[in-house]
């Protein structure tokens, strides 16, 4: 539930766009718009995809110039986002204030492990930020990070991962580092040992998606996500087949000309519930992602995870469900280990899967995506049966 000031500004970026966004007056046309927001229908992804560019822009803002930004498209449909001065530039400075709340110091050496194309501006370079290709190879990104010595390694983690596997493995650590921003995919607590034994410096995650930025961002030593900017509302939602994880909504009220309000980004979310302001300490997988039962209910990739984060021999595992239901669990371990992990795996699984649930379990390496991939070490290809 909202609290009474979110509640306030929704309601008046609701009534608005319901006004003069054609995609919201066809999305709400039999809503009330002047009731409870969060009685809304929600926005998702199929439905922004599917309307045209100019059915998400203000009536009244037509004149304005937006920028595109293509998502990588993790779910296999990318989808292209138009943003106005306004909010790039809210989203510029909630990513440099959740940089400097997290060690970075104006002046530092800055690389960042990206896919996207940035232009080459001379406050950039100024500024000491450097842009890394992640279609390089392993080596060469290795090879320039110790040529630029920086003091700041921003990168998606599978990136992160391989570059610490040849720092571990060939190198020394890099001597001017101080922080490392993992991003685009889950850190686990493993993971996150991972680099930091590799890289010897605190690690922050931030969590961000095209359509908003930044979104939240958990500080090194922290167990809980900070929301990157006051702009931006939550909503969680309850899940009737997983209470341990939450359906996450966000509203942006800084983007006016293209409004993306009530969004289901079809993340989960965990909080903590011990605390009074339930702070979001992991962000627990994808909805297309959650297994898919023969009676029609979902397990979120959460519960996965949970029952296979404690087998300390286990380095790595995959799991994924076929479009026939059944599924292929992939474990990494010492060879000497692998007939009792696979019991160990069994044992753990069988309960979040049930007895009438086929799984198989095999032995091996567990294959990284490309370069600028996400790895989802958990997914499903039987969504569409579900």
């Given at each position: 539930?909202?609290d009474?000031a979110?509640?306030?500004?929704?309601?008046?970026?609701v009534?608005?766009?319901?006004?003069?966004?054609?995609?919201?007056?066809?999305?709400?046309?039999d809503?009330?718009?002047?009731?409870?927001p969060?009685?809304?229908?929600?926005l998702?992804k199929?439905?922004?995809?599917?309307a045209?560019?100019?059915?998400?822009?203000?009536?009244?803002?037509?004149h304005?110039?937006?920028?595109?930004?293509?998502?990588s498209?993790?779910?296999?449909?990318p989808?292209?986002i138009?943003s106005?001065?306004r909010?790039?530039?809210?989203?510029r400075?909630?990513?440099?204030?959740a940089?400097?709340?997290?060690g970075y110091?104006p002046?530092?050496?800055?690389?960042?492990?990206?896919n996207r194309k940035r232009r080459?501006?001379?406050g950039?370079a100024?500024?000491?930020?450097h842009?890394a290709?992640l279609g390089?190879d392993?080596?060469?990104?290795?090879?320039?990070a110790a040529?630029?010595?920086?003091?700041?390694?921003?990168?998606?983690?599978?990136?992160l991962e391989?570059?610490a596997g040849?720092l571990l493995e060939h190198?020394?650590?890099?001597?001017?580092l101080?922080?490392?921003v993992s991003?685009?995919?889950?850190?686990?607590?493993e993971r996150?040992?991972?680099?930091?034994r590799a890289?010897?410096?605190?690690?922050?995650?931030?969590?961000?998606?095209?359509e908003?930025?930044?979104v939240a961002?958990?500080p090194?030593?922290?167990?809980?996500y900070?929301?990157?900017?006051s702009?931006?509302i939550?909503e969680f939602?309850?899940?009737p087949?997983?209470?341990?994880?939450e359906?996450?909504?966000?509203?942006?009220?800084a983007e006016r000309t293209?409004?993306?309000?009530?969004?289901d980004?079809?993340?989960?979310?965990?909080r903590?519930?011990?605390r009074?302001?339930?702070?979001?300490?992991?962000?627990?997988g994808?909805?297309?992602?959650?297994?898919?039962l023969?009676?029609g209910e979902?397990?979120?990739p959460?519960?996965?995870d949970a029952?296979?984060?404690?087998l300390p021999?286990?380095?790595a595992?995959?799991?994924?469900q076929?479009?026939d239901l059944s599924i292929?669990v992939?474990?990494?371990?010492?060879?000497?280990?692998?007939?009792?992990?696979r019991?160990?795996?069994?044992?753990?699984?069988?309960?979040?899967f049930?007895?009438a649930?086929p799984f198989?379990i095999?032995?091996?390496?567990?294959?990284?995506?490309?370069?600028?991939?996400?790895?989802?070490p958990?997914r499903?290809?039987?969504?569409?049966r579900a």
């Amino acid at each position: 539930m909202l609290d009474a000031a979110s509640d306030r500004r929704l309601r008046r970026a609701v009534a608005e766009a319901g006004r003069h966004v054609a995609l919201y007056r066809e999305l709400w046309r039999d809503a009330n718009l002047a009731a409870d927001p969060e009685r809304l229908p929600l926005l998702d992804k199929a439905r922004l995809r599917a309307a045209a560019p100019d059915e998400r822009v203000h009536d009244g803002r037509r004149h304005r110039r937006l920028t595109p930004e293509r998502s990588s498209g993790a779910s296999g449909e990318p989808l292209t986002i138009q943003s106005d001065r306004r909010a790039r530039r809210a989203r510029r400075l909630a990513f440099l204030r959740a940089l400097v709340r997290c060690g970075y110091r104006p002046g530092h050496c800055l690389l960042l492990l990206t896919n996207r194309k940035r232009r080459r501006a001379l406050g950039a370079a100024l500024a000491r930020w450097h842009d890394a290709g992640l279609g390089e190879d392993t080596a060469a990104l290795v090879k320039r990070a110790a040529k630029l010595k920086p003091q700041v390694l921003y990168g998606p983690l599978s990136t992160l991962e391989l570059v610490a596997g040849q720092l571990l493995e060939h190198l020394p650590r890099l001597p001017t580092l101080r922080l490392v921003v993992s991003t685009a995919e889950q850190l686990t607590a493993e993971r996150q040992r991972t680099l930091e034994r590799a890289f010897g410096v605190p690690i922050a995650d931030f969590y961000g998606m095209t359509e908003f930025g930044l979104v939240a961002y958990r500080p090194p030593g922290s167990d809980a996500y900070v929301p990157a900017r006051s702009s931006l509302i939550f909503e969680f939602l309850a899940l009737p087949h997983d209470r341990a994880v939450e359906q996450l909504v966000i509203s942006d009220l800084a983007e006016r000309t293209s409004p993306l309000l009530r969004y289901d980004t079809g993340d989960f979310v965990r909080r903590d519930a011990t605390r009074i302001d339930r702070p979001m300490v992991e962000f627990a997988g994808r909805a297309f992602d959650c297994i898919v039962l023969p009676n029609g209910e979902r397990i979120s990739p959460y519960r996965i995870d949970a029952a296979l984060e404690d087998l300390p021999e286990l380095r790595a595992f995959e799991v994924v469900q076929q479009a026939d239901l059944s599924i292929d669990v992939t474990i990494d371990v010492a060879p000497r280990e692998a007939e009792r992990m696979r019991r160990s795996v069994a044992a753990q699984l069988t309960p979040v899967f049930g007895h009438a649930m086929p799984f198989r379990i095999a032995a091996g390496a567990i294959r990284r995506p490309p370069a600028g991939t996400k790895f989802r070490p958990i997914r499903s290809l039987a969504a569409a049966r579900a």
